[in-house]
């Protein structure tokens, strides 16, 4: 459904002087004339800079589930996972006119965003004496359904390329990338659980992370 | 040309590794260096495929409505620079939220600052529910009556000079109940016609600010062709846009609550939408009041 005022009717512009007087329709944004449901994620980021509450609707509503697994799969604890989560988002809301489409897609934006959240979180209840009770990493592609089938087909099909990407770096390289995304351990506990000296870890971390990144370039 | 040792350094910076000090000395160097700052978001394109493998999950419900909450709040919050004097009852919640915000304010936007305002203003709502409460069953009484008047000017086909009586009896007790809550933000609202074909339609909005709930009803409003729904909208300063609070059969009157938060209605607007109502006016406004 279209955020757009119609321009022919009679009683429009009462309602325009009621909201913006004087304002006229011809101070419409050309870009809100593009119906929401069809705006580019990094319209919408454009668009929520500048204060737009329905593509910040727009944005929570196609983003929302992948992100809340993200935090989920982090944080084991669904009220942290909630904390975080909105604190994620209010971050896209304050500060989306940071995003720079120059380097990174807006998903990747997104998706540092809340990871960076989530494992702050992590590190603080470490800090509260709580511990990391869950660091052990999983199986790096769990697949599950969207909850909104209508965005199913783009995310199935890009999680299809990242576990193609995942698949083509080295299990030890995919192993230390794993550990250091997820856990929050220092690289000095990533290299001890897993038995390598320093060194080694750091080389694998950089290889698997180039690696990915050169696959993954342009498709996310 | 960058090295093996600054792609490493890169690396480890992209996934929160590297400690403060050289965190801090990466930064600077990424701000100098639009070479690195390009391979940064190489690395995080990399390390974000591991975000892609976590199982998405739909949040609750409500968690969006906390959110949208959270936003609002912050638009309220910078306002209370400008909100009067209205009372011990009244200003304590916002003396609460001022001493946050100072406090927040050494912080420079600290990210913990939204989250503790948040929880304030939770503790607020929760103390005004309970004076709340006892107001709604005042602000039943009340509707009753609203009721039982607009019946009888819908019978007599007009608004006459008797309802009109009738409805300043009903504001004046909405604003007794607000003086005696002042936490309590009920306004009431007459949209006037502005039909040419129908200059006696009227309709009454109770709105309460606080539940983000309200009551309309109507008089003398014809009804809507099969294709067409009247729809309700309340232009808050919150936003640019009226905000919807649905569509609604006029010869039912409506209990409304708007798609989003808002802080202050200004205004009401009825406007005739086709079916099912739009998520922005295209239509005529039929009635409009404050």
């Known amino acids: ?220 | 040309m960058i090295g093996e040792h600054t792609e490493e350094e890169a690396s480890l910076y992209v996934l929160g590794l590297l400690p403060p000090e050289e965190k801090r000395r990466f930064e600077a160097a990424m701000e100098a260096n639009a070479e690195l700052a390009e391979l940064v978001g190489h690395l995080e394109t990399g390390a974000a495929a591991l975000a892609w493998t976590a199982p998405p999950r739909v949040p609750p419900p409500a968690l969006r409505e906390r959110i949208k909450a959270s936003i609002a709040a912050g638009v309220t919050q910078q306002r209370t620079v400008v909100v009067p004097f209205r009372g011990i009852k009244t200003w304590i919640p916002w003396a609460i939220a001022a001493c946050i915000a100072i406090w927040a304010g050494g912080i420079a936007f600290n990210r913990y600052h939204l989250q503790l305002l948040t929880n304030a203003l939770l503790i607020r709502e929760h103390n005004q529910q309970v004076e709340i409460d006892g107001i709604s069953t005042i602000r039943n009484g009340l509707q009753d009556r609203l009721n039982a008047t607009l019946a009888r000017a819908i019978s007599e086909g007009k608004l006459n000079a008797e309802l009109q009586t009738q409805l300043d009896t009903v504001r004046g007790q909405v604003a007794d109940l607000q003086a005696r809550n002042a936490l309590s933000e009920v306004k009431l609202a007459t949209l006037a016609s502005i039909m040419k074909d129908n200059p006696q339609a009227v309709a009454v909005v109770a709105w309460d600010l606080t539940s983000q709930r309200g009551i309309l009803k109507t008089v003398n409003m014809p009804a809507a062709q099969p294709d067409k729904d009247y729809q309700l909208w309340i232009i808050a300063p919150d936003y640019k846009e009226p905000v919807s609070a649905g569509v609604f059969d006029p010869t039912k009157g409506a209990n409304f609550a708007p798609v989003r938060p808002i802080s202050k209605a200004d205004k009401f607007a009825i406007s005739l939408e086709k079916k099912g109502g739009s998520s922005a006016p295209q239509g005529p406004i039929v009635l409009v009041g404050e």
């Open chain 1, 1 to 220: 459904m279209g955020n757009v005022f119609a321009l022919s009717d009679g009683y429009t512009p009462l309602l325009y002087s009621l909201i913006h007087a004087p304002a006229t329709p011809s101070k419409l944004r050309m870009s809100e004339t593009v119906p929401i449901e069809d705006a580019s994620e990094a319209a919408l980021l454009h668009r929520v800079a500048k204060g737009d509450s329905l593509a910040f609707d727009e944005v929570y509503r196609r983003w929302s589930p992948m992100l809340y697994g993200l935090v989920c799969k982090i944080l084991d604890d669904p009220k942290e996972a909630e904390d975080a989560l909105q604190e994620g988002f209010l971050h896209i809301w304050n500060k989306a006119g940071s995003y720079d489409a120059q380097r990174s897609s807006p998903t990747t934006w997104a998706y540092m965003i809340f990871r960076n959240k989530a494992i702050d979180r992590l590190r603080a209840r470490e800090r509260r004496g709580r511990g990391m009770e869950r660091i052990a990493v999983e199986e790096p592609f769990q697949a599950a359904p969207m909850a909104d089938p209508e965005d199913g087909a783009e995310s199935n099909e890009r999680r299809q390329v990242v576990k193609q990407a995942l698949e083509s770096i080295p299990p030890d390289q995919r192993e230390a990338v794993s550990l250091a995304f997820f856990t929050g351990l220092t690289q000095t506990e990533i290299a001890e659980r897993l038995g390598a000296p320093l060194g080694t870890v750091k080389a694998r971390i950089r290889r698997g992370l180039m690696k990915l990144g050169e696959t993954l370039k342009g498709k996310l």
